[in-house]
């Protein structure tokens, strides 16, 4: 066996255990806190009460099914070689439809919470007042209707082929919907989304530096949380938008074996991380922020539960 060969065969189990094991460690991580944060940002004072709460919420269920749905299928593929996008017409044309349209769309309630924080922070009082909850929860339904649309030809156009060798495989029966839908994960996945992030980025530290300057509130530190979550996304999200136009603009290139695994190990690894981010803004919150710490034990501290075993202990102590 060549050189080439034996690190062509290492590179397949590299891709082979991402794909297993980092895939279960990422859902098990952005499950739990995606679910903390639906529960944090509803049930929570002051936080359910903050006007970026609704984005907050809305992205941490469009992150929820992106993950589950994208890598469930994978990590079911990879142990038991069972695919059931390849059995089921119903699940072929729905999988990738929800697949690449609650992604982007929590992307852009990462954005729209970014956004909404950028303008929370402004100096001018119009542009603080500007986000109400109704315009945040219609935003919302917009976005999803929006993204719902554009990944309409999935389920039309998707079906089951069968090979020569008697098997099926979930494809577009249209060539030109492939190119198609490449085009807007490209925008609405990668692109845009880093794009409007790095923007608000800046303008949002800078604005807190103003804020700063002026007063000291809950504002500063939400702020600042927000901050290190959009650092965090885009540093995952950049490698990951710069691989994704690569692999289009060369897709028409002549390409050896190696330089095949190794662009698809790397792409791997940054599009996996790209789920870890969407996902880990709970945990971001959690290891950031002494006051969201702070909210989140007076809130389990109030819980029956928990209240009970406080008394009952309280009672043996006395």
């Not at 990738?96 to 349209?101: E, G, K, N």
């Not at 969201?292 to 007076?298: I, S, V």
Request: proline fraction near 2%; hydrophobic fraction near 50%; charge should be positive.
């Amino acid at each position: 066996m060549s050189s080439n060969d034996t690190t062509i065969a290492y590179l397949s189990t590299v891709q082979e255990y991402l794909q297993k094991y980092f895939s279960l460690l990422i859902i098990t991580i952005t499950s739990i806190g995606n679910i903390c944060n639906f529960i944090v940002f509803l049930y929570v004072p002051p936080l359910n009460k903050h006007p970026n709460a609704l984005f907050v919420i809305a992205s941490s269920i469009g992150s929820f099914l992106f993950i589950n749905i994208a890598l469930w299928s994978t990590v079911i593929n990879m142990f038991i070689k069972f695919n059931l996008s390849n059995q089921s017409l119903f699940w072929c044309k729905i999988y990738t439809w929800l697949y690449y349209s609650s992604g982007c769309f929590s992307f852009t309630c990462h954005c729209l919470a970014a956004l909404g924080q950028c303008l929370l922070v402004s100096q001018k009082d119009q542009w603080q007042k500007f986000l109400t909850r109704f315009k945040a929860q219609l935003i919302i339904m917009i976005s999803a209707i929006i993204w719902l649309l554009i990944f309409i030809p999935l389920p039309i156009y998707n079906k089951l082929v069968q090979s020569s060798s008697g098997t099926f495989s979930c494809r577009s029966s249209l060539q030109i919907i492939s190119f198609y839908i490449n085009y807007w994960i490209i925008i609405g996945y990668y692109l845009l989304p880093i794009l409007l992030i790095l923007i608000l980025f800046i303008l949002t530290l800078y604005n807190l530096r103003q804020l700063l300057q002026r007063r000291r509130n809950i504002e500063g530190v939400i702020t600042r949380m927000m901050l290190i979550q959009m650092f965090i996304i885009l540093l995952s999200g950049i490698p990951a938008a710069i691989c994704a136009i690569y692999s289009v603009v060369t897709s028409n290139i002549t390409k050896t074996r190696l330089r095949l695994s190794y662009e698809a190990t790397i792409y791997l690894i940054f599009t996996l991380l790209t789920f870890l981010t969407n996902g880990i803004s709970f945990w971001i919150y959690l290891s950031t922020s002494q006051s969201f710490r702070k909210h989140l034990r007076e809130f389990i501290l109030k819980l029956k539960l928990f209240k009970n075993r406080i008394e009952s202990i309280s009672t043996i102590n006395t």
